[in-house]
């Protein structure tokens, strides 16, 4: 089809990876479906009379910004990829998308839903699409798949967090509040504090995201359940976040973002792997108790992480066998048993012992640092599920 009367975009290439480039490229599809369409505005032009290109406008630099200036990272490869959207594709499509290369938003029908550029998240979520495919590169199937929409879920509420400047308690965690057209029973499309309680509608059906690993929908729509298990690493998200405090997305975000990173999350990794690794890289970025509560986030869905090093303990037991040997219980943060047993070095002489926080005890219960021992609760194994075919969308 014949473009005529375009602007010409603006094509910079990334100089050098320290070098930022942030280069917005909004396209009009006219309600056809040849992409990109019409190019109606480029990065540092004005605003235009169309709400739907400024407002995906303001949400890919929002989204850009997270990503820049709290992780340090270069648009959405990491080597300056421009940002491209095309709006108003085809004539009332239900969805918004990421194809790869760029995003596309729908005008939505109106009975369901309002137009898709009309929440930040919902740019976020779609633009961390590209962030995972460039790099944990995660499969759009079953579990994978839903940690790859929990991950898009995840930075779509930090970008809109970030934007209103909204603490973990502050925030609503709901992904597309007020794209749901008037009469629809609904508040959002998710919501990751409450999976399962977004809408209840008629029209739409109800929301059946489960929030915890005992309620796992096995099924083979939805590429196995992309959409619908994702509500428990959501959950776990949001947990520990509220359990961390403050912004979340300078550590709880970081975290995952870092976990992201990590190379042992490989294309095919299950919840489990994902939380342990959560787990371990919040040992190594933050103290033990940004690890106990993400370890406790995870637990409260239904996932038990190993932790190698008990986290800051609750409560501290100590027994002395006849033997001289030391037995030592605790209740770490994430409320997990651990046992150890050890000879203690003044035998029967409790004033002789050094443990927990360096300080001399004589038995009482005392918090603080357990020793290296042995975890009695051991890991849940992730459900397998047959793979199928991909697709990114809401």
Same mark, same amino acid.
């Not at 603080?368 to 047959?386: D, L």
């Given at each position: 089809m014949q473009r005529a009367?375009?602007?010409?975009?603006? /094509?910079?290439?990334a100089k050098a990876a320290a070098t930022l480039n942030k280069n917005r490229l909004m396209y009009n599809a006219n309600n056809l479906t040849d992409l990109p369409g019409k190019l109606v505005r480029t990065e540092g032009q004005a605003a235009t009379n169309d709400v739907d290109v400024d407002d995906a406008y303001a949400g890919f630099g929002a989204t850009f910004d997270l990503f820049s200036d709290i992780y340090k990272r270069n648009s959405i490869d990491d080597k300056g990829m421009d940002m491209i959207a095309t709006v108003h594709y085809d004539v009332r499509?239900?969805?918004?998308?990421?194809?790869?290369t760029q995003m596309v938003f729908g005008d939505g029908d109106g009975t369901i839903f309002k137009r898709f550029t009309i929440s930040i998240?919902?740019?976020?979520?779609?633009? /961390?699409? !590209?962030? /995972?495919?460039?790099? =944990?590169?995660?499969?759009?199937?079953?579990?994978?798949?839903?940690?790859?929409?929990?991950i898009s879920d995840v930075f779509g509420s930090l970008v809109k967090q970030r934007s209103l400047g909204q603490t973990a308690k502050q925030a609503d965690w709901l992904i597309g509040a007020g794209l749901l057209a008037d009469g629809?029973? !609904? +508040? =959002?499309?998710?919501?990751?504090?409450?999976?399962? /309680? =977004?809408?209840?509608d008629f029209l739409l059906g109800k929301d059946n995201q489960p929030d915890h690993m005992s309620k796992y929908v096995d099924t083979t729509q939805d590429n196995g359940g992309v959409h619908i298990n994702s509500g428990i690493p959501n959950k776990a998200f949001y947990l520990a976040a509220i359990s961390i405090g403050g912004n979340a997305w300078e550590v709880a975000g970081n975290i995952w973002y870092q976990t992201l990173l990590d190379s042992r999350l490989t294309p095919t990794a299950q919840f489990q792997d994902f939380a342990n690794l959560t787990v371990e890289n919040a040992g190594k970025l933050y103290d033990d108790a940004v690890k106990g509560s993400v370890a406790k986030a995870w637990k409260d869905v239904g996932i038990n992480v190993r932790v190698s090093d008990a986290p800051l303990a609750k409560q501290i037991s100590v027994a002395q066998n006849k033997d001289g040997r030391l037995e030592v219980f605790c209740i770490g943060l994430d409320d997990t048993i651990y046992h150890s047993s050890q000879l203690s070095p003044g035998g029967g002489d409790w004033a002789a012992w050094k443990p927990l926080e360096g300080?001399?005890?004589?038995? +009482? *219960? *005392?918090?603080?640092? +357990?020793?290296?021992?042995? *975890?009695?609760?051991?890991?849940?194994?992730?459900?397998?599920?047959?793979p199928s075919q991909s697709t990114n969308g809401l």
């Open positions: 009367a375009q602007l010409k975009p603006m /094509t910079q290439k499509y239900n969805n918004a998308f990421w194809d790869g998240d919902i740019m976020g979520h779609e633009l /961390t699409h !590209g962030v /995972t495919e460039h790099t =944990a590169g995660l499969e759009y199937h079953d579990q994978p798949g839903a940690l790859n929409e929990s629809i029973n !609904g +508040v =959002a499309l998710r919501s990751m504090k409450a999976p399962g /309680t =977004a809408y209840d300080k001399k005890t004589d038995g +009482v *219960k *005392k918090p603080g640092k +357990v020793p290296q021992g042995q *975890k009695i609760a051991v890991s849940s194994s992730s459900k397998k599920r047959i």
